[in-house]
T-cell receptor, first 113, second 116 residues
Framework: DAKTTQPNSMESNEEEPVHLPCNHS???????IHWYRQLPSQGPEYVIH???SNVNNRMASLAIAEDRKSSTLILHRATLRDAAVYYC??????????????FGKGTSLLVTP | DGGITQSPKYLFRKEGQNVTLSCEQN?????MYWYRQDPGQGLRLIYY???????QKGDIAEGYSVSREKKESFPLTVTSAQKNPTAFYLC???????????????FGPGTRLTVL
């Protein structure tokens, strides 16, 4: 699976939008872009995923660049409960290794009141 | 409530002892996974199983063993051969382990193992 690059940390004020970037310049045509987040001392949880088009769900929005070499996770209104490590992960849908995910170090998001 | 349970939350063992971490799911998922997380690091895959009675090594399988005798259970044994076993261990499951459709992974709460 192709590699992703994320900033180590970001900071946001509560109730403001947050844009978490992810670069994946070696993405292939069959790689899905996934985002998970991990709250302190908990297991990760799914946030959103997409292939080519922008995606919205109740938790966040995913904006994918036209060339697919980068994407941005958007939290529309950050709350203190959104403070977590956010992982951007690529997964080749044609891989034979099940759905095991390759978690990098992610971006640690700090939300301040 | 459907979900994944891992027990215990904290586990202490003496060096040289084998220890088995429990992972149970009642989501009727075919695929299950074990990950290891060290402080400040991302998750690394230890083993995964796409179906009962079958499992494959992940990136860091040395010093670990698993079994998958039942669909709902995927225990992980940390053997004395694992040189640095102290870590946070996370179990996950997904509806299937392959195919063209995406299946979200659901994670358990984790077991924090400390080897003294």
């Amino acid at each position: 699976d192709a590699k992703t690059t994320q900033p180590n940390s970001m900071e946001s004020n509560e109730e403001e939008p947050v844009h978490l970037p992810c670069n994946h310049s070696t993405i292939s045509g069959t790689d899905y872009i996934h985002w998970y987040r991990q709250l302190p001392s908990q297991g990760p949880e799914y946030v959103i995923h997409g292939l080519t088009s922008n995606v919205n769900n109740r938790m966040a929005s995913l904006a994918i660049a036209e060339d697919r070499k980068s994407s941005t996770l958007i939290l529309h209104r950050a709350t203190l409960r959104d403070a977590a490590v956010y992982y951007c992960i690529l997964r080749d849908v044609l891989s034979n290794s099940g759905y095991a995910l390759n978690f990098g170090k992610g971006t640690s998001l700090l939300v301040t009141p | 409530d459907g979900g994944i349970t891992q027990s215990p939350k904290y586990l202490f063992r003496k060096e040289g002892q084998n220890v088995t971490l429990s992972c149970e799911q009642n989501l009727n998922h075919d695929a299950m996974y074990w990950y290891r997380q060290d402080p400040g690091q991302g998750l690394r895959l230890i083993y995964y199983s796409q179906i009962v009675n079958d499992f494959q090594k992940g990136d860091i399988a040395e010093g670990y063993s698993v079994s998958r005798e039942k669909k709902e259970s995927f225990p992980l044994t940390v053997t004395s051969a694992q040189k640095n076993p102290t870590a946070f261990y996370l179990c996950a499951s997904s509806i299937t382990g392959g195919g063209s459709s995406y299946n979200e992974q659901f994670f358990g709460p984790g077991t924090r193992l400390t080897v003294l």
